[in-house]
């Protein structure tokens, strides 16, 4: 395996730091303290042309993979997790349009999302199905004429208080009336009618800046041209993107556990506590540079799940995998580097408590922790299902 990285793709890396650096911490923490969405950092994404970087040229995109998103991401994680929040969604969501969409399709929808003309949304979390995709309840219905009309509700739905677009899982079978639960589900990508959709903001821990919504859907008019691939078949279109959001997720989170690290090095090195720097001490080295490895083996796996991906090859479990180790060693820097910092980690100027809160999201979203290693056993140890 060839671990450097080609040309190009250094190209890409150094373009998104020189954006990136424009907005630094003290950006992040002022957009942490009054919520406020940042609005010209994800403009300067768009800019730079990020937001393409894994649809056709024709398009108006790159012409490149997961591969590169993940470059892009892990160099955005650096900054936190609202600055991913903030562009994620437009660098990863449409993967079920790229893969599943007509070439109509294509091209209505993906040359204004590149640009950043378009801001999306992901509708898939329901409060009472939560991971349990397949037992979703929100309903597309056909109406006579053609088209569909969607009821529902869904929770957790990033970016929708300024989303105009909305990808959206519905049932369009009742999964009583499926063969299997996988059955019956479709995908749409359509107009996001505030006339239709109510949407309320919810208060969190972390990530202030980017907007987390419970949405309720009450008479949703769809066109059937905005249905992403086969009518009873989203659940196939659907792991498209799954699989590829836990890969830049999970590069993002190696940046931001990556850059949260060296903030706990720095101040290690240049804080001196009875006579010497606290980074001679062995018990500040030993946690920070098993936090090191513990990146450097996500990073690892991050980048092979991307390459599988690319390669059109089976990636669940590397992907999974991928994302369990990012989130995980990412928490482990962000409270090692609390701990390093000791009272001044509690001081928002030293940045590295807003990493921590965010961190925890780590063994959320998009997907927990205990379903990961549930998936794992079945998938890779031959054990029974768990769930």
């Known amino acids: ?53 894994t649809m056709d040229e024709k398009y108006g995109g790159s012409g490149l993979g997961i591969t590169e998103a993940s470059l892009v991401m892990q160099e ?12 994620h ?71 929708a208080q300024r989303a105009d677009h909305i990808l959206l899982v519905t049932r369009t079978t009742p999964i009583e009336e499926c063969k299997r639960p996988t059955d019956g589900m479709s995908v749409f990508y359509t107009d996001f009618d505030r006339s239709k959709i109510d949407v309320h903001e ?28 086969a009518e009873g078949e989203g659940f196939k279109v ?20 990556m850059h949260v690290l060296e903030k706990a090095a720095a101040y290690a090195r240049e804080r001196v506590v009875f006579g010497r720097p606290i980074g001679q001490n062995q018990s500040i080295q030993h946690p920070l540079a098993s936090v090191w490895m513990r990146l450097q083996a996500a990073e690892l796996m991050t980048y092979k799940a991307a390459t599988l991906y690319d390669q059109g090859r089976p990636c669940g479990l590397e992907a999974n995998t991928a994302r369990n180790l990012a989130g995980s060693a990412a928490y482990e820097a962000a409270f090692r580097a609390v701990r390093t910092h000791g009272g001044f980690g509690f001081a928002q100027e030293y940045h590295v408590e807003r990493y921590f809160r965010e961190s925890v999201l780590n063994f959320i979203a998009p997907v927990s922790e205990e379903l990961i290693l549930s998936y794992v056993a079945e998938k890779a140890l031959g054990m029974p299902k768990s769930y």
């Open 76 to 87: 955005i994680g650096r900054y936190g997790a609202a600055a991913s929040s903030s562009v």
């Open 202 to 229: 919810i208060a969190k821990m972390g990530r202030k800046a980017v907007d987390s919504n419970a949405i309720f859907i009450d008479g949703l008019e769809v066109p059937e041209e905005d249905r992403i691939g």
């Open 1 to 53: 395996m060839d671990y450097d990285l080609t040309e190009e793709q250094r190209a890409i890396r150094d373009a998104v730091a020189k954006v990136c650096s424009r907005f630094d911490d003290s950006y992040w923490l002022e957009r942490e303290r009054t919520g406020t969405f940042p609005d010209d950092f994800a403009a300067e994404i768009a800019r730079g042309g990020f937001y393409g970087v």
């Open 238 to 257: 659907l792991l498209h993107g799954l699989n590829a959001e836990r890969i830049i997720v999970a590069a993002a989170a190696v940046g931001f556990g």
């Open 89 to 159: 969604i437009n660098i990863f969501g449409l993967q079920p349009v790229v893969g599943f969409g007509t070439e109509e399709q294509k091209a209505r929808m993906l040359p204004p999302l590149i640009r950043g003309e378009h801001r999306s949304c992901f509708g898939v979390t329901e409060p009472d199905a939560g991971l349990d995709t397949t037992h979703i309840s929100t309903f597309a219905r056909r109406r006579e004429g053609g088209g569909y009309v969607v009821n529902g509700r869904k929770v957790w739905t990033s970016t």
